[in-house]
């Protein structure tokens, strides 16, 4: 299916995608790309998700914006440079609110501590379950 996930970690998007989100993105061809689609793209050695206002492609380049970036006067402010064509991973096609604090917390220490000693115990509170109970199911 050619889907990837990624946390969003800015506010950038917001309220489209909160930070904390977990976003699923469609790999896509960057020549189906219009204006306003919302894209996410390599950018600076990390992850981006920002919207297209404007295509060149003839130097195939995207013109993006944070939907939520903006200065005192509330204009939206543009990102200071264009993201290649190639540097595009796809579009947004869905997304779970706040669901990447979990999966942050228990991608590292201590969260995989937690995670592993929560499931050790719930198996050892069945196994004293059994014991005491073993007829009953």
């Known amino acids: 299916m050619n889907i990837k996930t990624y946390v969003v970690t800015s506010g950038s998007m917001k309220p489209l995608y909160p930070v904390g989100s977990v976003i699923y993105v469609k ?14 793209f390599y ?12 295509i060149d ?7 993006t914006q944070g939907i939520n970036n903006k200065d005192e006067n509330g204009n939206i402010i543009h990102d200071a440079e ?3 064509f190639s540097s595009l991973i796809g579009k947004p096609v ?13 991608k590292e220490p201590p969260g995989i501590y937690i995670v592993i000693i929560i499931t050790i115990l ?6 004293i379950l059994e014991k005491r109970y073993p007829n009953e199911k």
Do not use: W
């Open 27 to 40: 790999n896509i061809d960057p020549n189906t790309i219009k204006k306003n689609d919302i894209i996410t």
């Open 43 to 54: 950018k600076n050695g990390s992850v981006a998700t920002h919207q297209v206002y404007e």
């Open 57 to 63: 492609r003839q130097n195939q380049e995207f013109k």
């Open 82 to 84: 264009p993201v290649k």
């Open 94 to 106: 869905f997304c779970i609110p706040y669901l990447g604090y979990i999966v942050s917390l228990i």
């Open 122 to 127: 719930m198996l050892f509170i069945n196994y």
